[in-house]
């Protein structure tokens, strides 16, 4: 076991405090510190353009993660942004200066931190797996369809509640004329049923009040997500499951969704075509 009283009162070890949003290190940033999370939260951001508010949020560590692990080996310049959620506490120690030193006078710890290193590391990888893995299978679904219809989406959704193992998933697609007005068009609870059921939202805050206004069966554990195309917000899934969902199920979910928002927004021009010809 990590000892992290010995990290803690250890001389090689430095102790860092964040005040909330304070960034520890931006992106292009070089230093040989291997970080570890003494209590609280971070976020791990990227920035996708120049604009400030496109920042994105891509991993939350909490007590006792390590970071930055990547020190023991090279000093490349950081490709992500650190920042407090709120006061935070870190340790710090210069891969390149201490660790040796580290070593020599405390080497069954330094071995107890380096085994935990590798059990992130094999973490990690098994989470990027999962990733990888469930991308694949709903790509590989979509190459696979005859045609692009109510059936073929219906039958994604379905295959996107497997693979994240959802207890049920709700679809909610956008009135193409009226703001706020959802239609609820699937419920896997309902297998293969289509649903026309027009609902009124005031904001998306009151998307599951509304839900269970309608007498629609909702429990506690929900994960309302939106999907994007382009800039139009015009789909929400509500996920159920029976555990919390983890860092790494929102991860996988987001690499679903941009697939399943292209098969969508494809229906969605075949039906604007379908009524344009229909009106000739």
């Given at each position: 076991?990590l ?5 803690e009162n ?8 964040l005040?909330p949003?304070?960034?520890?290190f931006?992106e292009w ?9 003494k209590?609280w939260?971070i ?14 949020v891509l991993?939350?560590?909490e007590t006792?993660?390590i970071?930055?692990?990547?020190a ?7 490709q992500?942004?650190?920042?407090a959620?709120?006061?935070?506490l870190l ?7 201490w660790?040796?030193n ?10 107890n931190?380096?085994k935990?290193i ?6 990690r990888v098994?989470?990027a797996?999962?990733?990888?893995t469930?991308?694949?299978?709903i790509?590989n679904?979509i190459?696979?369809l005859e045609?692009i219809?109510?059936?073929?989406i ?9 693979i994240?193992?959802?207890?049920y998933?709700?679809?909610?697609e956008k009135?193409?004329?009226l703001?706020?007005y959802f239609n ?5 609870r ?14 998306e ?6 839900l269970r ?9 929900n ?35 941009s697939s399943?928002s292209?098969?969508?927004?494809q ?5 604007e075509?379908?009524?344009?010809n229909?009106?000739?």
């Open positions: 076991m000892d992290i009283k010995l990290l250890s001389w090689f070890f430095k102790q860092i405090s005040e949003s304070e960034i520890l931006d940033d070089s230093d040989n510190n291997i970080y570890i999370v209590s939260k976020n791990v951001e990227k920035q996708l353009t120049w604009e400030e508010d496109s920042v994105k991993a939350q560590l006792w993660k970071f930055w692990e990547w023991l080996n090279d000093s490349e310049p950081k992500v942004r650190i920042r959620t709120e006061s935070t340790l710090s120690i210069n891969a390149w200066e660790i040796e580290f070593l020599s006078k405390n080497p069954t710890e330094w071995l931190l380096l935990y590798i059990y992130l590391w094999n973490k098994l989470k797996n999962a990733q990888i469930s991308t694949y299978e790509n679904s190459l696979h045609n219809d109510n059936k073929a219906f039958w994604l959704i379905d295959t996107f509640k497997n994240v193992n959802a207890e998933i709700l679809y909610l009135h193409p004329v703001d706020w609820l068009k699937y419920d896997t309902y297998q293969w049923k289509m649903f026309e059921k027009i609902l009124e939202f005031l904001s805050d009151e998307i599951e009040s509304t206004n309608q007498s629609i069966e909702l429990t506690d554990n994960l309302l997500e939106k999907l994007h195309i382009w800039d139009f917000d015009i789909w929400y899934f509500v996920i159920w499951k029976w555990s919390e969902f983890e860092e790494n199920d929102k991860k996988i979910i987001i690499s679903i969704w399943l292209w098969v969508i927004r229906k969605r021009l075949l039906d075509e379908k009524d344009k229909s009106m000739r």
